[in-house]
């Protein structure tokens, strides 16, 4: 392997590739349907793992699984890169992990309801800002009290125990009014039928399994199947942030790299804009900003360059543009923007070269060494080398128990929590009403907050030991919002 491979991803007059060390400055894949995003999308992940940069990526149309075989199924592609005169060109395989919220697909992905926070799961349940300000607080009482939030029927539960005990913490935490513990409840049903309760709890994702190389030294490829997961458009778009958020939180400081520690592909990209409040968007901007510091490059792809922010878009050096369609004026204005994002080519009308290109054709700019923008092309992109079949449900399935993590995440864990702990209390209750009426029970009634708190004090005493007991009180965003680190 060279030392400072180029990553050759389509030719014009000559050969354009992305830079290794400025891959990390973010890219931008856009066009209509049906022009080639998906196959330039295989193309840069191939050309990413074969120096051996680690690729996440959601397969939404479940068609990328064929990475995992080596192509030939479509010999127009030798004929494509013999026409292009790409040097060594050759069918392989690439090293490939499946992953799959649901565990039908792949190895089970799951985080706590902690991990995700209150800010990303109030977007998820379409929280208004008083129900949002309700269920900060229910994770903050139960921060306080040790009380783990790890599945859907602890927060549930953490969620129930607040409304019925709203007098109690009012002094303390603010208003918790019935209607807004009424919205979260439901949410939190409407989420389970969706498949929260298979995605939260434990053992929660490391993501560590994400920035693997095989054998021979290329980056493992790990394909989220997302075709179920996109029936539920803003679950897989908060997932999606949830990940940046950890990766961005986890990871440390690397400075300007050789080449990155992983890449980030952001497929209908749109959908993480779509409904975000300003707070919640201005968030995403600094998380993709500051996230190419720690050695990790994010590529949104979408139909369209207006669907994201201009404060974004501006940070997205490597650039594909695929063909776009002007039959409105909103199409008309998309394909202005398109144009002007890129830097001028006197040879070449950008505007009217968007409109004219054909399937695999593309406008190609990325960043020199100095971190400048190069002229634009129009250039076709490289062939693929993998498989463009997907595969079958045997052959996925093989590759799944064929990983080293198989087994790992494949079977469930429900330690005591906050569930637990409140169910036991209930009991106790419970016990306690069988026993007859003692001298001042009524003064012990109205102390009955305060026997809570000294019960669940023990929950905490064991919990602060904890990773996930130190961990409890923010939620990936929610750190960043309050200007903070995770305490490890």
């Known amino acids: 392997m060279p030392e400072n491979p180029s990553l050759i991803i389509a030719k014009a007059a000559k050969e354009i590739a992305i830079l290794p060390k400025m891959a990390n400055r973010h890219g931008l894949v856009a066009g209509a349907t049906g022009t080639g995003k998906t196959v330039t999308l295989r193309v840069l992940a191939e050309q990413f793992s074969s120096i051996g940069v680690p690729v996440f990526m959601a397969d939404v149309k479940g068609d990328l699984s064929g990475m ?22 050759s069918f392989t395989s690439c090293p490939t992990v499946f992953w799959d919220v649901f565990g039908q697909q792949g190895h089970p992905v799951r ?81 389970e039928e969706q498949g929260g309760e298979t995605f939260f709890g434990e053992p929660t994702l490391d993501l560590a399994d994400l920035m693997q190389t095989d054998g021979s030294g290329k980056g493992v490829i790990n394909v989220l199947a997302a075709d ?18 950890e990766l961005f939180e986890t990871l440390p400081e690397a400075g300007d790299l050789d080449k990155p520690k992983l890449v980030f592909f952001f497929d209908e990209a749109h959908l993480l804009f779509n409904d975000a409040p300003k707070a919640l968007q201005d968030k995403i901007e600094q998380v993709v900003r500051l996230i190419r510091s720690k050695g990790v490059g994010v590529y949104f792809v979408t139909q369209n360059p207006l669907d994201i922010p201009e404060t974004v878009l501006g940070q997205l050096g490597n650039r594909v ?38 399937v695999g054709e593309a406008l190609v700019s990325v960043l020199d060494a100095k971190g400048s923008p190069t002229e634009v092309e129009r250039a076709m992109i490289c062939p693929p080398r993998s498989r463009l079949l997907p595969l079958t449900v045997d052959e996925r399935a093989a590759v799944v128990k064929q990983s080293v993590l198989f087994g790992h995440y494949e079977k469930a864990v429900d330690r005591e929590s906050a569930y637990e702990n409140l169910k036991a209390r209930a009991s106790r209750e419970a016990a306690a009403e069988t026993v007859p009426a003692q001298q001042g029970r009524s003064k012990e009634s109205k102390s009955e907050a305060s026997e809570m708190f000294g019960a669940m004090a023990k929950s905490a005493a064991r919990a602060i030991g904890s990773q996930i007991g130190r961990q409890i009180i923010r939620g990936a965003l929610g750190a960043i919002l309050g200007g903070g680190g995770r305490r490890r």
């Open 68 to 89: 995992a075989k080596a192509g030939g199924d479509r010999p127009e592609f030798m004929d494509r890169a013999k026409q292009l005169g790409v040097q060594d060109f």
């Open 111 to 191: 985080t706590t309801i902690s991990e995700m926070g209150p800010l990303l799961l109030s977007r998820i349940l379409n929280l208004n800002e008083v129900q949002a300000g309700v269920l900060t607080l229910i994770f903050k009482v139960a921060d306080d009290n040790g009380m783990l939030l790890l599945d859907l029927k602890d927060l549930r539960a953490m969620c129930q125990f607040a409304g019925d005990n709203a007098a109690t913490f009012k002094t303390q935490y603010g208003n918790i009014s019935a209607a807004s513990i009424g919205a979260i409840q439901r949410g939190l049903l409407g989420l």
């Open 228 to 245: 179920k997961l996109m029936q539920s458009p803003k679950l897989y778009a908060t997932f999606l942030l949830w990940m940046l958020a």
């Open 321 to 358: 543009q695929h063909a776009l369609r002007a039959f409105t004026p909103k199409d008309q204005k998309a394909v202005k923007t398109a144009a002007e994002t890129f830097r001028a080519n006197p040879k070449l009308d950008t505007a009217k070269a968007i409109m004219e290109l054909g």
